[in-house]
């Protein structure tokens, strides 16, 4: 099986790769769009800012690359939120494979709740799906965000911080993930390997 | 919900666990990365690797260290000790940390912060404060607490917030060691005034000392070190005790 990880100017991108090491996969990290469109499966981690992420991936025309891809694709973190449609950060225009906007969480209180959201908190309503294939009843996964995807028709998981937002997406070849799987102990794990038998 | 963190440090020294531990599973105790692996699998939310190596080839070493900790846990982790330059960063995030900590440098070069916040994200930068009261007032320290500055710690750790810090690692040199307790009334003080998240750190001894300072001290994560290496406090048990207590824990 080969393993696509799509590279571009994002930060942590090695501990996805040690991820799937761990898991016994190799996986190449690259942005040579042969490569990436011969892959049996793509991975589209990030870490860091949206607008210079998408003015990045717009250079080197990746933006086009990914949303024509046929074969099953996770975006991580950053690369949940620049699948969707639209993001208060920085006011960015993203790939919009998923119709979904993405906010900056506004605590009511600020004493009660810190923007970013750091730390384990749980998946909930999770829908039938492939990738939440076997996981423990509301799952702990470690997030570390300040924006999130709003509560939509693509929505196969919940988390509550504030309010309830997206945890996990799902649409046609598309899946995304807001926490990060690599660094989410067992639980993250079973989410990588559940993708990888997809 | 999200759920407060316990946080095991280790001091390294050379690549080597430095503070005695006492695991009867393991098989070298001064091996980091085994230690490291025994509390990611005993459930231990993140882990903080503090380097004391004095040399100059230290950074080679502990970024050596540093790939071998991210390939063998998947729990995250921060490594600090002399980081200084935005180079320092980039070595150790490339090497596979997940994110850094600075203390001193910081308040030599407090745009330092600024800088690494807006090269890498305030996701993967903590500041580390060590306090110390000094006749009522606290007042941030250096060199392990020995040497104290001018600042307030109470102020210095608002402007590491404005400047970018992405969460606050906050040492009592008054409660290091004693196992007294945590500093909870400066922690809930900072803790309040801030809108990112604060690690309380120094005087953990009982499992109720986790308690009050999630509580009292209205910390976001604790962090301890000799309590768990010399099993004291088991991570398991003290996570079912917190439970127990109502506090919001991972499972």
Redesign the interface.
Known sequence: MKIAIIKYNS??V??VL??L??LEVEAELTDDPEKIHAADKVIFPG???ASTAMSYLKARKLDQLIKELKQPFLGVCLGLQLLCEHSEENDTECLGVFPVKVKRFI?EN??EF?????????LENLAQNPLLTDLPANP?V????SFYAELSEFTIATT??IHDFTAILHRDNFWAIQA?P?????V??KLLANFLRI | MLTKRIIPCLDIKDGRTVKGVNFVQLRDAGDPVELAKIYSDEGADELVFLDITATVDKRKTLAELVTKVAKAINIPFTVGGGISTVEDVKFLLNAGADKISINSAAVHNPKIVDEMAAEFGSQCIVVAIDTRNVDGLDFVHTHGGRKATLLRTQAWAKEVANRGAGEILLTSMDHDGTKAGFANEILAEISSALSIPVIASGGAGTMAHFKDVFTFGKADAALAASIFHFKEIPIPELKEYLIREDISIRK
Do not use: L
């Not at chain 1, 810190?114 to 749980?122: A, C, F, I, L, T």
């Not at chain 1, 470690?142 to 965000?145: A, D, K, L, P």
């Open positions: 930060g942590n090695q501990s040690y991820a090491e761990r870490q860091g800012e605590p600020s004493q810190k923007v970013p959201h750091v730390g384990w908190n749980e702990f470690y997030y570390v965000h509550h911080y990060h690599e660094k989410s102990s067992v993250g794990e």
